[in-house]
């Protein structure tokens, strides 16, 4: 079992930037690929990013490429999300969810075994 918990969420302007962190517990977080998704009210949760199991490669998501930067340290067994550059279209839960299935840069939510709690990002314009 890992235990993931999001933290950094918070109100940000619009340009502004955030620093998301996910702590994980349990199982060490370096066995499985970690990613980030958000959810915003009445719409499917999103992919945004994906890291592998040894920080060497990322993906994103076109919507955030450029924008976000995920990476790890799987001494501290954290994952972090850099939000730069914000627009108020950011705003939503943003959670981060782990995986050790075949391909680590797995897009689809339902493939994620683990997911935490989630943490609010509102971007105001």
């Known amino acids: 079992q890992v235990q993931l918990v999001e933290s950094g969420g918070g109100l940000v302007q619009a340009g502004g930037s955030l620093n998301l962190s996910c702590t994980a517990s349990?199982?060490?977080?370096?066995?499985?690929?970690v990613g980030w998704f958000r959810q915003a009210p009445g719409k499917a949760r999103e992919f945004l990013t994906v890291?592998?199991?040894?920080?060497?490669?990322?993906e994103y998501a076109d919507s955030v490429k450029g924008r976000f930067t995920i990476s790890r340290d799987n001494a501290k067994n954290t994952v972090n999300l850099q939000l730069n550059s914000l627009k108020p279209e950011d705003t939503a839960v943003y959670y981060c969810?782990?995986?050790?299935?075949?391909?680590?840069?797995?897009?689809?939510?339902?493939?994620?075994?683990?997911w935490g709690q989630g943490t609010q990002v509102t971007v105001s314009s």
């Open positions: 969810a782990a995986h050790s299935s075949g391909y680590w840069n797995n897009r689809d939510p339902l493939r994620y075994d683990y």
């Open positions: 349990g199982r060490t977080v370096s066995r499985y690929a």
């Open positions: 890291v592998n199991w040894s920080g060497g490669s990322t």
